[in-house]
């Protein structure tokens, strides 16, 4: 039993780097091997000091370990593997790296950090889309490609199209393309470039409010497209 519960606490002490705690637990260890027979027989009277030095070896570990307690409206965001759903989880693998981390920033009290994530996925989001429309006059790698340059260079396609011979459904894909540009260029006037170029710091509010309309553009995003186009 006592052996049950050291594996127990050995995982515990390991995931949080408790050193005293962990060493403690090698010398409970060594006595449970040398002394099991007098233990067995509930007549060994040191195996109740180690498990007693052992508890103040993990207290005074825990004493020394940051603990961070999360706002509880917002800690659901923190380690969330799908923060923003199943459907964009799939859709876009590229960005899940920066919607986990901006989750995590936001359960963690660092809403300027959390934008900055957010606005990471809206400039994949454009370049998403860009990709999809063949926008021409761009590097052949958009990920080295200007923001700035993508926009104007989306915005003049989006007219190509508008001025084209169209169906119904052709009409209904270039008002999708559009719909996600705007949203995109909203972005970019309100935040992006303010985030990214140390303008500007943002309050766990307004993370709030950036954080569902980004969540928004790419649930949007995700009814016709994926990464895949990349």
């Not at 960005?95 to 359960?107: L, P, S, V, W, Y």
């Not at 761009?138 to 396609?157: C, H, P, S, T």
């Not at 393309?177 to 500007?200: G, I, L, N």
Request: glycine share 4%.
């Amino acid at each position: 039993m006592v052996r049950a519960q050291l594996n127990r606490v050995e995982l515990l002490a390991t995931g949080l780097r408790f050193k005293g705690t962990i060493s403690r637990i090698g010398y409970v260890r060594t006595h449970l091997t040398t002394a099991e027979t007098q233990i067995n027989a509930w007549r060994d009277p040191e195996l109740t000091h180690e498990l007693r030095v052992l508890r103040e070896a993990f207290r005074d570990d825990l004493e020394e370990q940051p603990v961070l307690l999360p706002d509880v409206s917002r800690s659901s965001w923190h380690g969330h593997s799908q923060p923003f759903g199943q459907v964009v989880h799939d859709a876009f693998p590229r960005m899940r790296f920066d919607i986990i981390e901006a989750g995590n920033c936001f359960a963690c009290d660092s809403p300027t950090a959390c934008v900055f994530h957010l606005m990471r996925v809206v400039e994949q989001a454009i370049r998403i889309l860009a990709k999809k429309l063949r926008v021409p006059g761009l590097k052949a790698d958009l990920d080295y490609e200007d923001f700035k340059k993508i926009q104007d260079r989306l915005k003049d396609k989006l007219q190509e199209l508008r001025n084209s011979k169209r169906s119904k459904s052709r009409q209904q894909e270039i008002d999708f393309y559009a719909d996600v540009a705007d949203r995109c260029q909203y972005f970019k006037e309100m935040w992006r470039d303010a985030v990214m170029h140390s303008r500007q710091n943002y309050d766990v509010n307004q993370a709030a409010s950036i954080l569902t309309r980004v969540k928004e553009l790419v649930e949007r995003l995700a009814e016709r497209l994926t990464d895949k186009v990349l």
